[in-house]
């Protein structure tokens, strides 16, 4: 991607998070999908923006959203994955754990992402060949790139509705410090990639929109993430909706312990 691109990505993912924002205080409504999963009015509308943008900027990509689907071929060269609002939970309740999110995959692998955190106005980005930077209202930092991580030491980060008995298992049995429970995985992967954790495990399979600007910026950074079986996720769409969802849990973690850490995670999670 050239700079040019990047900016216009960046400056999409920016008008999304304020319209979110304005819609908070405007106020919305709340809708269950078909999966009984929470949608609101700021998730359809903040679609419709990225959704609309993206096709005027790169016409010739497909653009696959969680509230609208797939448009476009699913063997594009360029496919766009957007999660207008990840972590729709929270922004219901009118609590920090949500950002909007939009993704590349080439040649069926997360190359870039942008991650933003509107509530509080603090953006990720990186991908293949791209710096990984936090911009904040401090301004731009570079992440951190080589961190050298004591397994002793390391910190899990997880979601909010992790189950308990699970969770202090998982504790138990790896030796994990506890970290921050928080809703988002892009906010979870982005903290991770920050330096405030040095594990994530998603204790439930994913969908396309959840993983790809997290990975992506994973890969910049120089983490690693897998499947719990240790493979490599598929990005390879179809029309298919089913397609879409990751089939196993995710685990990413941070310095050169990647294998011993999905083990450990994986043994205990066959424990409970």
């Known amino acids: 991607m ?33 999966d009984h999963s929470v949608v609101t009015g700021a998730d359809l509308a ?31 060269e360029n496919i766009w994955v957007v999660d ?26 997360p ?3 942008v991650i933003y955190d509107s509530y509080r106005d603090v953006l990720w980005m990186g991908g293949e060949r791209i710096p990984a930077v936090r911009v904040d209202p401090d301004g731009v930092v570079d992440l951190p790139t080589d961190r050298h991580i004591d397994r002793q030491n390391m910190r899990l980060i997880t979601s ?21 429970r928080v809703n988002s995985v892009g906010i979870k992967v982005g903290m991770l990639c920050d330096g405030d954790a040095e594990v994530y495990f998603s204790y439930h399979p994913l969908s396309f929109w959840d993983t790809v600007a997290p990975c992506a910026l ?12 240790g493979s490599n996720p598929s990005y390879k769409p179809s029309t298919e909706p089913e397609s879409w969802v990751h089939d196993q849990p ?3 973690s941070v310095g050169e312990h990647h294998s011993d850490v999905v083990e450990a995670i ?4 066959e424990l409970s």
């Open 2 to 34: 050239n700079h040019t691109d990047t900016e216009r990505i960046v400056a999409i993912v920016r008008d999304a998070g304020r319209l979110v924002e304005q819609i908070a205080k405007d106020g919305f409504q709340t809708m269950r999908k078909a």
């Open 46 to 76: 903040a679609d419709v923006l990225i959704r609309d943008a993206l096709r005027e900027s790169f016409p010739n990509d497909a653009i696959l959203t969680e509230e609208h689907g797939l448009v476009g071929p699913p063997d594009a």
């Open 84 to 109: 207008p609002i990840d972590g729709t939970r929270a922004y219901a309740k009118g609590r920090w754990g949500y950002c909007v999110m939009v993704g590349k995959v080439r040649q069926a692998r």
């Open 111 to 113: 190359v870039f992402g």
């Open 160 to 180: 909010s509705s992790f189950p308990d008995e699970l969770y202090e298992r998982l504790v138990a049995e790896t030796g994990f410090q506890k970290g921050r």
């Open 218 to 229: 994973a890969v910049a950074t120089g983490a690693t993430y897998s499947l719990l079986d």
């Open 250 to 252: 995710f685990v990413f």
């Open 266 to 269: 994986r043994r205990a999670v």
